[in-house]
């Protein structure tokens, strides 16, 4: 089966440079996403990592090794409007649904 | 280009009552998911089709909840009778081909009394 872990609650000040990690468990890999979700909101799309290396997109960027089951999230220059819930997900054995983590709380203080 | 669109954003209901919920897929996308999302469990998917067909159905919790998607535009997740225990947020969420980018509609939380 599949399984990720991921803190549950990560604190930062604005400004300042955070970042998110997940470690996953799958019987097959096709990919690690992720997605971002504002309290009362829904998930959105942030990024997608097929293959190991970094990518990026504006202040956000996303990091891949496929060899130590391993990924996170980057952002930088934080906002206010960044504290959100952020969510890794991997796709099935399958590859045919995606399988979330629990989810890492990010609240950003002044 | 509107995003999904779920209905009743609210739903409150007593204990044995059926309660549909209802959503439309972005137009073009082939691919529908229902989740649904507590404190407790997190994001959990309960079913999900590919071109009108239900092609995994493994995460429904039990009998009592159905899904259905009778055209390309709209899906129903039904429960029958409801419970307290189903209190949830339910998300839909769409997606061409199964990509790994999904579509999430706004939500619908639902209270069982």
């Known amino acids: 089966g599949q399984s990720l872990e991921q803190p549950s609650e990560v604190t930062a000040v604005e400004g300042a440079i955070v970042q998110i990690n997940c470690t996953y468990q799958?019987?097959?890999?096709?990919?690690l996403s992720w997605y971002q979700q504002h309290d009362g909101g829904a998930p959105t799309f942030l990024s997608y990592?097929?293959?190991?290396g970094l990518e990026e997109t504006g202040r956000f960027s996303s990091f891949l090794s496929r060899s130590d089951s391993y990924g996170y999230l980057l952002l930088q220059e934080l906002q206010m409007k960044d504290s959100a819930s952020y969510f890794c997900?991997?796709?099935?054995?399958?590859?045919?649904?995606?399988?979330f983590g629990q989810g890492t709380e990010l609240s950003v203080k002044p | 280009d509107a995003g999904v669109i779920q209905s009743p954003r609210h739903e409150v209901t007593e204990m044995g009552q059926e309660v549909t919920l209802r959503c439309k897929p972005i137009?073009?996308?082939?691919?529908l998911f229902w989740y649904r999302q507590t404190m407790m469990r997190g994001l959990e998917l309960l079913i999900y089709?590919?071109?009108?067909?239900?092609?995994?159905d493994s995460g429904m919790p039990e009998d009592r909840f159905s899904a259905k998607m009778p055209n390309a535009s709209f899906s129903t997740l039904k429960i029958q009778p409801s419970e307290p225990r189903d209190s949830a947020v339910y998300f839909c969420?769409?997606?061409?081909?199964?990509?790994?980018?999904?579509?999430f509609g706004p939500g619908t939380r639902l209270t069982v009394l």
């Open positions: 997900a991997v796709r099935d054995s399958g590859r045919r649904k995606l399988i």
């Open positions: 799958t019987s097959g890999f096709y990919g």
């Open positions: 089709f590919n071109n009108n067909v239900p092609i995994d």
């Open positions: 990592n097929g293959l190991d």
């Open positions: 969420a769409s997606s061409f081909e199964l990509a790994d980018t999904q579509y």
């Open positions: 137009s073009g996308h082939n691919s």
